[in-house]
Each structure stands twice: as C-alpha cells, then as structure tokens.
C-alpha cells in the first residue's frame, strides 16, 4: 500500500469521529510531490480540510534555534577550558600555544 493510500485509509476512518492534527513544513501544492499520485492527494487534502483549522506559523524554527544555542555554549565550554590552563604548573593550554603562536 502506498503511504497516501494508507493515511488516506487512516483519514478516512477518523474524518468526522476523532480529531486529527497534522503537521507539515511543505505548503499543500507540494503534497502530490511526496505522496506521487495526484488524484489520491487530492482526495486525501479533500478529507483532510474538510471542517478544519488551519494554523500557518512562520517564523524561525524553534528546533533550529536550540540547537544553535547548544553549540554556541559548547563553543563557550570548550574557550573556557581552553583558556583556564593548568593551575598546578601555570601552563597555559596547548590551544592557548597552538592559536597564539606562543
């Protein structure tokens, strides 16, 4: 079974008994790209929209950020440590020596 026959079974089955939320970053156009039968995509969107709400949200991606953010302070660890030396000898880092040219 294709996966736009299968969710379309699935739609089916809970269109006007159970509620459904579906997510997607592609706008509806491109459905028929991914599910590649265009007939059924439309039956399938048919259902789908039918007594519906439609949230479109556009903004930065809050996945994308988080991740940026846990790099950014990984980057910020990794300086920090760099930097710290060894405090028995007072050598500072083979970073520190490498980067500096010392």
């Known amino acids: 079974m294709l996966p736009a026959e299968s969710l379309f079974e699935i739609f089916g089955q809970r269109h006007e008994h159970r509620s459904t ?19 059924l995509t439309g039956a399938l969107l048919d259902c789908l929209t039918h007594h519906v709400h439609i949230l479109e949200l556009n903004g930065e991606s809050y996945r994308l950020k988080q991740s940026m953010v846990r790099q950014w302070r990984a980057a910020q660890t990794a300086d920090e440590e760099a930097a710290a030396g060894d405090p028995e000898t007072g050598e500072i880092s083979r970073f520190l020596k490498a980067t500096s040219g010392l």
Do not use: A, D, K, M
């Open 21 to 39: 939320i579906v997510t997607s970053n592609l706008p509806f156009e491109e459905w028929t790209s991914v599910f590649g039968n265009q007939r």
